[in-house]
């Protein structure tokens, strides 16, 4: 089983950086994913990290360490549109996703 | 995008009525899986398939069950539907190897009254 923890819910103001830090816990590590999802949308895929590092697209990075059992999504330059929530999942031996709680980004002009 | 389309889109229906979710994909991926959504619990897993008539549980899956006759469709039925299960929906594919996870379908929003 898995054990995903971030943040509920966090606040910026547009053109800010946010940093959205998930922590795992698990038997056997094959991936951690980032999405994001809009209010009463489908969850779209963001970034994918398997090796420790930091991956960089666009506006978005994200950050994985695997000996810490930690990554982190920064959103840099925030836009308006950016307000959604952010949702941390790993992937297991077993290929299935688990899932975090997700974190609700709130962007302020 | 990938093709995932689930159907009814909404829906709503009284308790202890069976009620059936329909999910169906073009990408002939090999692998499905149904999740729900509820606030303060993310997604979570209720049953996945990993080939036509090849089903298993997910961590949810009391009060469901599961069908794959195609590879395109994957079959959600809630036997006897409880206000516990009001919830939205989501179904999901995938192909392995695949660096982006999984392709989500738009969901179900399902009330039971």
């Known amino acids: 089983g898995q054990n995903i923890d971030q943040p509920t819910e966090m606040t910026a103001t547009e053109g800010a950086i946010v940093q959205i830090n998930c922590t795992y816990q698990t038997s056997g590590f094959n991936g951690l994913f980032w999405y994001q999802q809009h209010a009463g949308e489908a969850p779209t895929f963001l970034s994918y990290?398997?090796?420790?590092g930091l991956e960089e697209k666009g506006r978005f990075s994200s950050f994985l360490s695997r000996s810490k059992g930690y990554s982190y999504l920064l959103l840099k330059e925030l836009q308006m549109k950016d307000s959604a929530s952010y949702l941390c999942?790993?992937?297991?031996?077993?290929?299935?996703?688990?899932f975090g709680a997700g974190t609700t980004v709130t962007v302020r002009a | 995008d990938a093709g995932i389309t689930q159907s009814p889109r909404h829906k709503v229906t009284e308790t202890g009525t069976p009620v059936t979710l329909r999910c169906h994909q073009t990408e002939n991926h090999r692998y499905m899986y149904w999740y729900r959504q509820d606030p303060g619990h993310g997604l979570r897993l209720i049953h996945y398939?990993?080939?036509?008539?090849?089903?298993d549980k997910g961590e949810v899956s009391d009060g469901y069950s599961v069908s794959r006759s195609k590879t395109e469709d994957f079959l959600l039925t809630l036997e006897s539907a409880t206000s516990s299960q009001t919830s939205v929906y989501f179904c999901?594919?995938?192909?392995?190897?695949?660096?982006?996870?999984?392709?989500f379908g738009s969901g179900t929003r399902l009330t039971v009254v």
């Open positions: 990290n398997v090796l420790d």
């Open positions: 999901a594919i995938s192909e392995l190897p695949d660096r982006r996870g999984y392709t």
């Open positions: 398939s990993y080939g036509v008539k090849d089903t």
């Open positions: 999942a790993v992937r297991e031996r077993d290929y299935k996703l688990s």
